[in-house]
């Protein structure tokens, strides 16, 4: 017997081509960020007016700030994660920013120019998510506030193709915190070595990855493209 094993493991060597490929799996389910993956973020649409209003007075020249500046103060500010997690109502998140920034926006002036960082021009297209629908199931995953949540679902018509959609104001974490993606994944139904994570963020499709979850980093539409075809989804 011990001979026949040997001469077996010889032939082995002898006809590497025999070897059987590691099979690529199909994911049951991709999960999609939203902000510079589908939906495009212009920050000068939004805060220009804003801009517009505010000087800086850390300089002596009261220099006027740019809407990318506004963008950067804003998501840096001591209660943007409370913000993004929920635990600030709009109304409140409305008042505490017309004190930092003093401006005296009405709340539905605020609103309106809040949303307009959603490009109404997508990214990725629809007809994208239908043929994607036929082959597993779709999620959103984004790190989000209530009146941006709002407008997505009110503006865009993507949304329809996710069933499953995961904002971070509705369940009390953003990523990379495991909580968001395991909220993603219960909803799903499915495993985590089942679902496909689609993020711009190199930090947040990492966070995917350590959980067990395969993970792409949006670079653009092509790509995209050419890794969901890897892997015999598109």
């Known amino acids: 017997m011990a001979a026949r094993r040997k001469n077996k493991i010889e032939k082995q060597k002898r006809s590497p081509g025999r070897v059987a490929k590691r099979a ?6 991709v999960i999609f960020d939203i902000g510079r993956v589908i939906v495009r973020l212009d920050p000068k649409r939004a805060f220009a007016p804003i ?18 500046h506004v963008w950067e103060l804003i ?3 001591e209660h943007w994660k409370d913000w993004q997690e929920g635990r600030l109502s709009p109304a409140k998140w409305h008042r505490h920013l017309m004190q930092r920034l003093k401006l005296s926006l009405t709340y539905n002036e605020f609103r309106d120019a809040w949303n307009r960082v959603l490009d109404p021009e997508l990214i990725l297209p629809e007809d994208l998510f239908a043929r994607l629908s036929g082959h597993c199931r779709l999620a959103l995953l984004s790190n989000t506030d209530p009146i ?16 499953v959609r995961i904002y971070s104001c509705q369940v009390g974490a953003t990523k990379p915190s495991p909580a968001i993606y395991w909220a993603a994944l219960k909803s799903l139904g499915v495993a985590a070595s089942e679902a496909l994570y689609v993020d711009d963020v190199p930090e947040f499709a990492e966070a995917a990855r350590q959980m067990g979850l395969d993970a792409i ?18």
């Open 217 to 234: 980093c949006f670079k653009n539409r092509e790509l995209l493209e050419v890794e969901l075809h890897r892997r015999h989804l598109c």
């Open 75 to 77: 998501c840096a500010d």
């Open 24 to 29: 690529v799996s199909i994911p049951k389910a």
């Open 148 to 163: 941006h949540a709002e407008c997505l679902e009110r503006q865009f018509g993507f949304w329809r193709h996710f069933p």
């Open 51 to 68: 801009a517009a209003g505010i000087t800086d007075a850390a300089n002596s020249r009261a220099k006027q700030l740019s809407a990318d």
